[in-house]
């Protein structure tokens, strides 16, 4: 879940939705507002997108984010983890 950099969501992950695939959503990360702008459509802005749900939308985009995520977090209802990005890169398909 993401709504900008400026808000981590942390806190607010447990219980949350996702407004793109309506599944809970237990992972957190931020994204710098520019790419957030970039990838969301209107109707979810300031709205919770699971990160699968965000890469199917800047796939969509056209988004290139795989330098975007520094830090995911799992909010997990019996643990919690914060992961630090080890690389990024971004996937491209061949669709010939
Ligand atoms: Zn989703």
Same mark, same amino acid.
């Given at each position: 879940m993401s709504v900008g950099a400026?808000?981590?969501?942390?806190?607010e992950v447990r219980g949350q939705?996702?407004?793109v695939c309506n599944r809970r959503d237990? %992972? +957190?990360f931020a994204v710098s507002d520019s790419i957030?702008?970039?990838?969301?459509p209107a109707p979810h802005v300031g709205?919770?997108?699971c990160l699968g749900? %965000? +890469?199917d939308l800047?796939?969509?985009a056209g988004v290139d984010y795989s330098d975007a995520i520094e830090t995911l977090y799992f909010a997990g209802d019996k643990a919690c983890f914060a992961f630090?990005?080890?690389w990024g890169r971004l996937v491209t398909f061949d669709n010939s």
């Open positions: 400026s808000r981590s969501a942390w806190g939705t996702c407004s237990k %992972f +957190d957030w702008a970039l990838v969301v709205r919770v997108v749900c %965000f +890469d800047a796939r969509e630090q990005r080890r």
